[in-house]
């Protein structure tokens, strides 16, 4: 039956260390991309500048990334370092008083001299996009059928109907069970981990060569976050996507991802193979993310170093 569709004395900031990192990947990860060519989403030299009643400040400054289809590049930094800016700027979803420079390439495609209706072609049906928190992402008052349509009857030209066998199929993909009964209900009627769920299917019902996935697992428990993660390295296994993981969780770097970008105060700082920048980070700030997991035979000292204020140095965030 179809479902109802109604309703961190400051730390040097401008090195950026590259690992060599062309060694094998361990079992379950994708071989490093040594051919810049095959890079799905490429960004260079990205910076994204705010208006303030204080004056401009630069929130992310001359950023550059890469990312290939079939592998997991992990962004990682504090909280405020411009991980979450960097992926909206990708989206073209930043504020109206922020303005990006730089380029932003999706399948060849340069983002940022897009119209916006060119854009939206783009968002969604290239790259797609998990957000931090489905409740506030989620429209409360429309069925999940409804939000899960929205997209393919855009994007791909079909019926209501049509997209409704579509979107039950990726929702049987992510392993929700029942997924009939889940079209019908609305976000509410969910628990954290579905809701999660349906927001990564939502994501995939168009296919894109990239899912930006910005902290997807921080308001679940342990137990729904480890089968997000895994449910995120079964779909690039099995689909070949790429997959840019934001978080702040260096645990979830180690068992996830292929590769590592460290950011801080809105700059890159260390790139690498996971292997590599973990067991022996060259970068001060990423040397102090390592030691801040804490360990019982550890004795702690005091941190001697704070990031600058936004007052004291541009790309400050």
Same mark, same amino acid.
């Given at each position: 039956?179809?479902?109802?569709?109604?309703?961190? *004395?400051?730390?040097?900031?401008?090195? @950026?260390?590259?690992?060599?990192?062309?060694?094998?990947?361990?079992?379950?990860?994708? =071989?490093?991309?040594?051919?810049?060519?095959?890079?799905?989403?490429?960004?260079?030299?990205?910076? @994204?500048?705010?208006?303030? $009643?204080?004056?401009?400040?630069? /929130?992310?400054?001359?950023?550059?990334?890469?990312? =290939?289809?079939?592998?997991?590049?992990?962004?990682? *930094?504090?909280?405020?370092?411009? $991980?979450?800016?960097?992926?909206?700027?990708?989206?073209?979803?930043?504020?109206?008083?922020?303005? =990006?420079?730089?380029?932003?390439?999706?399948?060849? @495609?340069?983002?940022?001299?897009?119209?916006?209706? =060119?854009?939206?072609?783009?968002?969604?049906?290239? !790259?797609?996009?998990?957000?931090?928190?489905?409740?506030?992402?989620?429209?409360?008052?429309?069925?999940?059928?409804?939000?899960?349509?929205?997209?393919?009857?855009?994007?791909?030209?079909?019926?209501?109907?049509?997209?409704?066998?579509?979107?039950?199929?990726?929702?049987?993909?992510?392993?929700?069970?029942?997924?009939?009964?889940?079209?019908?209900?609305?976000?509410?009627?969910?628990?954290? *981990?579905?809701?999660?769920?349906?927001?990564?299917?939502?994501?995939?019902?168009?296919?894109?060569?990239?899912?930006?996935?910005?902290?997807?697992?921080?308001?679940?428990?342990?137990?729904?976050?480890?089968?997000?993660?895994?449910?995120?390295?079964?779909?690039?296994?099995?689909?070949?996507?790429?997959?840019?993981?934001?978080?702040?969780?260096? *645990?979830? @770097?180690?068992?996830? /991802?292929?590769?590592?970008? !460290?950011?801080?105060?809105?700059?890159?700082?260390?790139?690498?193979?996971?292997?590599?920048?973990?067991?022996?980070?060259?970068?001060?700030?990423?040397?102090?993310?390592?030691?801040?997991?804490?360990?019982?035979?550890? !004795?702690?000292? $005091?941190?001697?170093?704070?990031?600058?204020?936004?007052?004291? $140095?541009?790309?400050?965030?």
């Amino acid at each position: 039956m179809d479902p109802d569709l109604s309703r961190p *004395g400051d730390l040097p900031h401008r090195a @950026v260390v590259q690992l060599d990192w062309r060694q094998p990947a361990r079992p379950g990860r994708s =071989a490093p991309q040594e051919d810049v060519v095959t890079a799905f989403l490429s960004v260079e030299n990205l910076s @994204v500048r705010f208006e303030t $009643k204080d004056g401009p400040f630069l /929130a992310v400054d001359d950023v550059s990334l890469e990312l =290939a289809r079939g592998e997991i590049l992990a962004l990682v *930094g504090e909280s405020g370092s411009g $991980k979450s800016m960097t992926s909206l700027a990708m989206m073209r979803l930043l504020p109206e008083t922020a303005t =990006a420079t730089g380029d932003i390439l999706i399948d060849g @495609v340069d983002v940022l001299a897009l119209g916006r209706r =060119a854009m939206e072609d783009v968002r969604g049906a290239r !790259v797609g996009m998990i957000f931090q928190e489905p409740m506030t992402s989620l429209n409360p008052v429309l069925t999940i059928a409804r939000q899960m349509t929205e997209g393919l009857v855009r994007h791909r030209r079909i019926s209501r109907g049509e997209a409704a066998v579509r979107a039950l199929a990726t929702l049987t993909d992510v392993g929700i069970p029942e997924p009939d009964r889940v079209m019908r209900q609305y976000p509410h009627q969910l628990s954290g *981990g579905m809701r999660q769920r349906v927001m990564i299917a939502a994501a995939l019902t168009l296919d894109p060569g990239v899912l930006i996935a910005d902290e997807p697992t921080t308001a679940l428990d342990v137990t729904v976050q480890a089968q997000v993660l895994d449910l995120l390295v079964d779909l690039k296994n099995r689909l070949g996507s790429g997959i840019l993981l934001i978080t702040h969780d260096i *645990g979830v @770097v180690a068992e996830t /991802a292929d590769r590592v970008a !460290v950011m801080r105060a809105g700059r890159i700082v260390e790139t690498g193979n996971v292997e590599a920048v973990l067991s022996a980070p060259q970068h001060p700030y990423t040397k102090g993310l390592l030691a801040s997991h804490l360990t019982l035979d550890r !004795v702690m000292t $005091k941190r001697g170093s704070r990031p600058p204020r936004l007052t004291e $140095k541009a790309g400050a965030v």
